[in-house]
C-alpha cells in the first residue's frame, strides 16, 4: 500500500523511514525547513542502533500528488493544524482514502469523520524528537513504539489488520481494536502533563501540578461517562512494547508540546489536550481550573516564542487560590 504521511515531523519521521524500508511506496507532505531539509539531504532517523537517512519524496501541498482510492493517509500534524490540513486534503483527494489519526487527542477523527468516510484512530507512543530539520531521534529500540489502530469510532476490520501488519513489520507494536477511543482517552490522560512541561519546567511530568490535572482530568471523564482504559492496562502494553534506550548516552528531553515550544512554532497542542477536558467540564456543569490554567499559560509560552520561561510549581499553584 501507498503511505501518504502528512505531517513529517516527530512521529511522521518516525512512520515514514521505517515504513519506506519495509518496502511501502512513502510520500512525505511537510512544510517549512523541514519540507527544504528532506528536499536538500533526505529524511534522517536517528536511533539507538544508528542513523537511517532516505531521499523520500516530499511535498509541500496535497495538490501537489496524485491520490488513488487505496491509498493511506497517516496524519501526523499537531491537532491545531488538523482541520486545515483535512480541508486541503479533501479537495484534491477522493472520498476512498483511508485517513488515519496517528495524533494525540480525540478530535482528529472527528474533523476527518467530517469529510471522508474511512476514517481510522490510532494511539502512538514513542519517545520521538523532532528539533532539528531532517533529523528525527527515536530513544527506543528495537521497536520504535506503540501504534495500535482501529477503526473510528469504533469497530475493526480488514483495512485496520493489514495496517497493524504493516507497522509490525516496520518495527512498532501494533495491534488491530475495536476499541481505541478508550485507548486514545488513556493516552489523552498521559497527555495533560505535556502542558505542564512547558509551564513548570521539564521535571513536572512526576510533580505536583501534573498529578493534580490528571486527578482533575480522570474525574472530568468519569463525570462525563467516558469509558477510558484502565492506566495499569495501558502501562503493562508500554512496558511490554518501548524499550527506552539513550542515544549516544542522551536521553530523551520533553515530550511533543515542549519540542514545540523549542522549535518556536508559535502554537501548541494544548487546546485539544487539556482543553478537551475543560471543555467536557463545562458542557457536564463541573471546573477544570488546573487543566484550564495549563491550557491558557502554555499557550502564552507558545505564542511569546518561549520567551516567557517556566514558572515554579508554587507559583503555578498560587494563581490557582
Known amino acids: 500500500m501507498r503511505f501518504v504521511i502528512y505531517g513529517a515531523g516527530a512521529i511522521g519521521g518516525a512512520l515514514g523511514v521505517p515504513l519506506a524500508i519495509a518496502g511501502h511506496e512513502v510520500n512525505l507532505i511537510a ?8 528536499r536538500a539531504g533526505g529524511l534522517t532517523l536517528e536511533t539507538p542502533d544508528g542513523r537511517t537517512t532516505l531521499p523520500l519524496p516530499v511535498v509541500e501541498h496535497p495538490a501537489e500528488l496524485r491520490f488513488a482510492p487505496g491509498d493511506v493517509v497517516l496524519l501526523a500534524m499537531k491537532s491545531q493544524d488538523t482541520e486545515a490540513a483535512v480541508r486541503e486534503l479533501a479537495g484534491v483527494a477522493p472520498d476512498a482514502v483511508r485517513v488515519v489519526c496517528m495524533q494525540n487527542g480525540v478530535e482528529n477523527e472527528r474533523t476527518a469523520l467530517r469529510r471522508f468516510a474511512h476514517v481510522y484512530g490510532a494511539m502512538v507512543i514513542s519517545p520521538a ?46 495491534r488491530a481494536l475495536p476499541d481505541i477511543l478508550r485507548w486514545k482517552y488513556a493516552k489523552l490522560l498521559d497527555n495533560l502533563s505535556n502542558a505542564a512541561q512547558v509551564v513548570v519546567g521539564l521535571g ?12 482533575e482530568g480522570v474525574e472530568v471523564l468519569e463525570g462525563a461517562g467516558v469509558d477510558v482504559l484502565p492506566r495499569e492496562e495501558m502501562e503493562a502494553r508500554r512496558a511490554e512494547t518501548t524499550n527506552s534506550r539513550p542515544i549516544a548516552g542522551k536521553e530523551r528531553q520533553g515530550a511533543s508540546t515542549w519540542q514545540s515550544v523549542q522549535r518556536g512554532t508559535g502554537s501548541v497542542e494544548s487546546d485539544y489536550l487539556n482543553g478537551e477536558i475543560v471543555r467536557l467540564a463545562r458542557e457536564t456543569g463541573r471546573g477544570a481550573p488546573v487543566n484550564a490554567l495549563l491550557q491558557r499559560l502554555s499557550n502564552e509560552i507558545a505564542w511569546s516564542g518561549g520567551e516567557r520561561g517556566p514558572m515554579s510549581e508554587a507559583e503555578f499553584l498560587a494563581l490557582l487560590e
Open 31 to 38: 512544510r517549512g525547513t523541514q519540507l527544504e531539509a528532506i
Open 129 to 174: 524528537t523532532f528539533l532539528s530539520p531532517g533529523l528525527v531521534s527515536v530513544t527506543s529500540g528495537p521497536s520504535l513504539g506503540l501504534c495500535e489502530v482501529g477503526r473510528y469510532p469504533a469497530g475493526s476490520d480488514e483495512f485496520a489488520g493489514e495496517l497493524a501488519e504493516a507497522l509490525s513489520a516496520a518495527q512498532w507494536a501494533s
Open 204 to 215: 513536572a511530568r512526576g510533580g505536583e501540578v501534573a498529578t493534580l490535572g490528571r486527578a
